[in-house]
């Protein structure tokens, strides 16, 4: 699928099969249905990132539908597959029609299965190199890894050679630290071949010096938004990466690795072929590698000239994995230091260089990525220490701004599910933390300005000027279901309660439009502090709704609901036709209407007997 150019994944798709296309059917018989399988969704999203189709497949997926009902129109019925990780199938667009599957991980029975395959197709290799079989109970400190079928895969490779998983029995290595084991144990095995016996001193440079290599082709793929490279373009790489210039090989050496493949269409020469990862969490983990080891050295003091180059093309927010595996990697560090080092640096760009001219995009997307960073080692860290100014609140919309202008929809939707900006409960400042990963989106009332700000007509006018200008048509349709609120009654945006959870009195009258209204003795006291003018047709909706709901209401919530309505400023701006519907509700307590006065109290005569 990557080789499709945008919008014409069809055309690909229909080249590819018809030259493998069934038969034509005959009258009156069936044709089986072919099956496509469409694999790693999210690695063709995330390659794709920088384009505006891509926030959540949906373009892909309307293609791929139109294209199977195409085939099936011309009696070439198909089903489609299409594959994707957990965390990036969770937001991506699904067809009504479709239906989705989550693969489960393996339970003890089918480790069990797939160790006896494993051990049974490797005989042969575990009598010539002197090596015991894998043992189930081995795998038992790694449950979290041996469900994963790759990184069960990953276990056994490790085990086979010289039964290296046996030998680190208690390690309690994780994911990451599987990934570094089984690289370094195979960049040995390949130096070894090569170069013959080196000092312990010796292999650690070259072990590294591998590893180096390897990151930077990840890198290079990693910052075109593609999943593998031609050769021209990882010499180039290499040459202008970091490390010794000699340490730069050609482009068959990588050849070599059993983790890159190469692949050459039939034609291209030597230096056209392509390097590509076998699987996409290899590159992952080196590009976490890489960028691991330039944080640590900016949290002990070296500047952001090597950091920069790595943080400013590609925002982080679209790699999640990979945002999760540098905080992993730095898991057993205190983070104050290079959290510090990174609100400087974060400070620093903002304010500009002199004599050095950047790129907004660049900027934007160095920056966020700090942000990122930052949040995610030390999560509610204040706005004020990250970016050092008296008006921290004004400096991050400030920011907010420039995110939103310079990066793509899809860039600008993953930083909102990754920073979560709240008010400090006690200064004009903010909190900066990040949602649950799989938290769906809540929302919420924000807290109440410290300071005093314009009239909120203002600020939405303003805010229906910038979707006009801007285009965001989502934007100006929720703005004018909002309108005939913000003209009439604005002060129901203004009141709001007190206690958790929080709601404006302009919210919970519109969920009495829904089947699950806000509950409704937290209304009345929401409407309280309108004014009169803006009270009595707020009043009117809410006591309409309520007649009709209280049947089905619970007895004390209506017992509640009228002692509200009868008492303090609604005994003046309830008019005879409230009255009416509401002595037709029958009191929960004593079974009888209950009157102006109150409810449950019988009407007085004028003598007052």
């Known amino acids: 699928m990557r080789h499709a150019p945008p919008g014409s994944l069809a055309p690909y798709l229909a080249a590819e099969l018809h030259r493998t296309a069934p038969p034509a059917p005959v009258a009156g018989t069936d044709v089986p249905p072919r099956v496509l399988l469409l694999d790693g969704l999210d690695e063709l999203l995330q390659a794709g990132a920088d384009r505006p189709d891509a926030a959540d497949g949906r373009q892909l997926m309307v293609e791929i539908e139109e294209f199977q009902s195409a085939e099936t129109l011309a009696g070439r019925p198909l089903i489609a597959v299409v594959t994707s990780r957990t965390l990036a199938g969770a937001r991506m667009f699904s067809p009504r029609r479709g239906t989705v599957i989550h693969l489960e991980p393996f339970d003890d029975a089918r480790i069990r299965a797939w160790v006896a395959a494993w051990n049974t197709r490797n ?18 400190p790694y449950g979290e890894l041996a469900c994963q079928p790759l990184l069960l895969l990953m276990l056994a490779l490790y085990d086979a050679s010289d039964n290296a998983l046996r030998a680190a029995a208690g390690a309690g290595f994780g994911r990451l630290g599987l990934y570094e084991r089984l690289l370094t144990a195979f960049i040995r095995r390949q130096l070894a ?36 490279l031609t050769a021209r373009e990882a010499a180039a790489d290499l040459s202008a990466g970091p490390g010794p210039a000699h340490a730069v090989p050609g482009p068959v050496l990588f050849g070599r690795f059993f983790f890159v493949r190469t692949s050459r269409r039939e034609g291209e020469g030597e230096e056209d072929q392509s390097y590509e990862f ?27 000239t090597r950091l920069r180059p790595l943080l400013a093309h590609v925002p982080l927010g679209d790699h999640p994995e990979v945002l999760s595996a540098v905080a992993e990697l730095f898991r057993s560090r205190d983070p104050a230091a290079l959290v510090h080092a990174l609100g400087a640096h974060l400070r620093a760009s903002l304010d500009g260089v002199p004599g050095r001219p950047q790129s907004p995009h660049r900027v934007a997307t160095y920056t966020a990525n700090l942000v990122l ?83 909120l007509r203002d600020q939405l006018a303003d805010l229906a000027r910038d979707a006009r200008l801007g285009h965001e048509p989502a934007l100006a349709r929720a703005l004018h279901a909002l309108a005939p609120l913000v003209d009439r009654l604005p002060a129901l945006f203004e009141a709001e309660s007190a206690e958790e959870p929080r709601h404006s009195a302009a919210h ?96 007085s005569s004028p003598s007052g007997a």
């Open 123 to 140: 005989k042969r290799w575990f009598v010539a190199h002197e090596v015991q079989p894998l043992d189930r109970d081995l795998l038992r």
């Open 193 to 228: 071949k090569q170069s013959g016996p080196l000092s312990e001193e010796e292999q650690r440079t070259a072990v590294e010096g591998e590893f180096l290599r390897l990151s930077v082709l990840a890198f290079g793929m990693f910052r075109r938004h593609r999943q593998s």
């Open 278 to 304: 076998l699987h996409a969490t290899f590159g992952e983990f080196l590009v976490a590698r890489l960028l691991a080891a330039e944080l640590r050295a900016l949290a002990e003091g070296g500047d952001d």
């Open 373 to 455: 960073l930052a949040v995610r080692l030390r999560p509610g860290l204040t706005a004020s220490a990250l970016l050092g100014t008296a008006d921290p609140v004004g400096r991050w919309r400030a920011c907010t701004r420039l995110w939103h202008a310079c990066l793509t929809e899809t860039s600008w939707a993953a930083l909102s599910r990754h920073v979560h900006p709240a008010p400090h409960p006690r200064e004009a400042d903010l909190r900066l933390g990040r949602p649950p990963d799989t938290a769906p989106l809540t929302w919420e009332l924000p807290a109440r300005a410290r300071r005093a700000e314009r009239p």
């Open 508 to 603: 919970a009258m519109i969920s009495l439009l829904t089947d699950h209204p806000v509950p409704y003795e937290e209304i009345p006291p929401l409407l309280q502090p309108l004014p009169p003018e803006q009270l009595a047709p707020a009043l009117d909706t809410f006591v309409r709704h309520f007649a009709a709901a209280a049947p089905a209401l619970p007895p004390r919530t209506v017992a509640k609901v009228l002692s509200q309505l009868t008492t303090g400023r609604f005994t003046k701006a309830t008019t005879r036709a409230h009255q009416t519907l509401l002595a037709d509700i029958p009191h929960p307590a004593v079974g009888e209407p209950p009157t102006a006065d109150g409810p449950g109290h019988r009407k």
